[in-house]
């Protein structure tokens, strides 16, 4: 051991002070001012590494982290120098600092951390010539003070102790223990959304928080982190779009290149939530702050959900890298994406191409679970129940084997009769589907007047009493003309085009003059004026709405968000029937 090891260390070939002139052109780096930015930053560091296991220890009442990966590790010489200030293997001249390739790349987090804290760092190379293991401690300066060797596996052991104990003030600021905990772990949570394949273990005072599985998308993490979503309820899509020509002034990358947007969503008529709390943006497998396509998406889902719910949907944008700002500000989730209306676009396609319904949008064992509650009620009297299944919230330690297919065509349905005249029954080679009739009729309806609103004069003016100030603005915010024709009685020139003929106008009027804006209105009007329940159908009626709403943009759900159609697939009806039992060809099996 020595007393001083960095004076006489040479440095490391992949670890170089930053220059001068490069340490101008950074904007200053974010503050760590809480221990969930502390995690996030010795996560950022484990990430670039390649680990593909990671544990994080807490214990905050002392401030204490302890964040093991298996990456690539790094030499006693790396070792040494790794917190001095601007000490990066990130970046080496201007044009580096606008590609940036990684999640760290200031060269601060461990120095700031050594400032802050009593810092200490154990590593071994991941590699065949990675045959010792080095533990450096640091003084506030990101010195390092004493070297010892270890015996560790392959990867670094990152200890914070005393976080903040420098700096009273700062640590009087933080919020209560339960808060600095659960920012803690929405920070692992969404690192592990970002960065699927990963294994995550997390612990607090020494006992098993909670972990994480590896999977192949955002699609197998979600179900772990929202407990009560399930991996059916969930829609992954993954697009490659082409990028645009680059406009001169960003010359110094390629004039043409291709993106992927992955995209997981919570199917509208399945999975939702009471707050806007959980549509992530991440680019380049950092969440970022961008709220104009975090609105995108949330737009997108308008009139798809019940009353006052919000989307589920995590975002990942994967970006050549020099389409991207990530030193505009010291946060480095604030960003600048170039041509950002284009980038607007191609998302809101996405969720748009996501909302549709395809046979791959019907996962079996949404189905299964579907078709379970339907027909449970009728086993109680039989002698034989439905085969369990396992838990799907079961949690898988080893990624999901998943992949993008071609989409397929949109199954053929043909209407074969209605239930209770509410219910179209439609079949098709898979199965068959049930759909009711009003909120189908309804979604067709809200679409259309979508496309061509139209306020239609009344042959004859219709008188209405009592309508309030508020009322009367509502009605000509969304084109209604009116008069005054007396005390307290107004003349309604105008509707809506659907409503002209209507025996129940006056009611439809007074509903509008409720309704808080335009697309509230369409569909106020499009649940008037489709088919109602109890309506008997013609087949050719049946069908043609069948064929209508399956053109729909958003067919899974109403404009008020009720789910419009129930499919029961044959694998589950073949299961439930008994008919993979071998018996015999007389029992017409």
Same mark, same amino acid.
């Given at each position: ?27 200053? !780096? ?19 590494? #390649? ?11 002392? !401030? ?6 298996? #990456? ?21 001249? *201007? ?7 990684? %999640? ?28 010792? !293991? ?19 596996? =392959? ?12 700096? =009273?003030?700062?640590?009087? /600021?933080?919020?209560? %223990? ?28 020494? *006992? ?21 979503? *399930? ?46 709390? &959980? ?46 700002? &990530? ?37 079996? #064992? ?7 509650? %339907? ?24 990624? *999901?084997?998943? /992949? ?26 898979? #199965? ?24 239609? =004069? ?9 309508? /309030? ?16 024709? !007396?005390?307290? %009685? ?83 009806? @073949? ?10 060809? @007389?029992?017409?099996?």
């Amino acid at each position: 051991m020595t007393d001083d090891p960095s004076s006489n260390a040479s440095p490391s070939p992949n670890l170089q002070p930053l220059s001068p002139e490069l340490v101008k052109f950074i904007a200053a !780096g974010e503050t760590i001012d809480s221990p969930a930015a502390a995690v996030r930053e010795l996560l950022d560091n484990a990430i670039d590494a #390649g680990a593909t296991r990671v544990s994080v220890s807490l214990d905050l009442t002392r !401030g204490w982290i302890r964040v093991v990966d298996n #990456g690539a590790g790094m030499d006693l010489p790396t070792l040494q120098v790794v917190a001095i200030a601007h000490t990066t293997s990130k970046l080496r001249d *201007r044009s580096d600092l606008e590609r940036i390739e990684s %999640l760290g790349f200031r060269g601060e987090a461990l120095h700031s951390l050594a400032q802050l804290s009593s810092l200490s760092i154990a590593s071994r190379i991941n590699s065949p010539d990675g045959l010792q !293991g080095w533990r450096v401690s640091f003084d506030s300066q990101g010195q390092g003070i004493t070297e010892n060797p270890v015996a560790i596996a =392959p990867g670094t052991i990152v200890e914070v102790d005393q976080l903040f104990n420098p700096l =009273p003030a700062r640590q009087e /600021s933080l919020p209560s %223990l339960p808060q600095q905990q659960r920012q803690v772990q929405i920070t692992i949570q969404n690192a592990a959304l970002a960065h699927p394949h990963i294994a995550w273990q997390v612990y607090k005072q020494e *006992r098993l928080w909670f972990s994480l599985g590896p999977g192949a998308t955002a699609c197998d993490i979600l179900p772990q982190v929202l407990t009560s979503v *399930r991996y059916s309820d969930l829609q992954h899509r993954r697009c490659e779009i082409t990028l645009p020509a680059r406009s001169l002034d960003t010359s110094s990358a390629d004039s043409t290149s291709v993106t992927t947007v992955d995209l997981v969503i919570g199917l509208p008529d399945r999975a939702h939530r009471r707050r806007l709390d &959980w549509v992530r943006i991440m680019v380049n497998g950092r969440l970022v702050h961008m709220p104009e396509l975090a609105s995108t998406v949330t737009s997108a889902f308008y009139r798809t959900l019940p009353r006052d719910r919000h989307p589920i949907a995590v975002v990942h944008l994967t970006i050549p890298a020099g389409w991207v700002d &990530w030193n505009r500000t010291p946060s480095k989730r604030e960003i600048y994406l170039r041509q950002g209306d284009w980038w607007v676009e191609q998302l809101r396609q996405a969720v748009a191409d996501t909302l549709a319904i395809t046979p791959t949008h019907q996962p079996d #064992g949404y189905q299964t679970q579907r078709v379970r509650k %339907l027909l449970k009620v009728a086993e109680p009297k039989s002698l034989y129940q439905i085969d369990s299944e396992p838990d799907a919230q079961t949690l898988e330690l080893e990624p *999901r084997k998943t /992949s993008t297919p071609l989409e397929p065509a949109l199954p053929k349905l043909r209407a074969v009769g209605q239930v209770n005249q509410t219910y179209i029954v439609a079949e098709h080679p898979g #199965g068959l589907w049930l759909i009711e009739q009003h909120v189908a009729h309804e979604r067709v309806l809200y679409e259309e007047l979508g496309d061509r609103w139209k306020i239609t =004069p009344l042959p004859q003016a219709l008188v209405v009493q009592g309508l /309030s100030e508020s009322d009367r603005d509502q009605l000509a915010d969304i084109g209604i003309e009116y008069d005054e024709f !007396g005390d307290n %009685l107004w003349a309604i020139r105008s509707v809506p085009a659907p409503l002209v003929d209507r025996e129940d106008l006056e009611s439809a009027v007074r509903e509008l003059a409720k309704v808080d804006d335009y697309n509230e209105a369409r569909a106020a009007v499009a649940c008037r004026t489709a088919i109602k329940n109890g309506t008997p159908l013609e087949f050719t009626e049946m069908q043609t709405l069948i064929n209508n709403w399956q053109k729909t943009k958003n067919a899974r759900t109403c404009p008020h968000g009720r789910p419009i159609y129930l499919s029961l697939e044959e694998s589950s009806l @073949s299961r439930f029937f008994r008919r993979h039992w071998v018996i015999g060809k @007389s029992h017409g099996i």
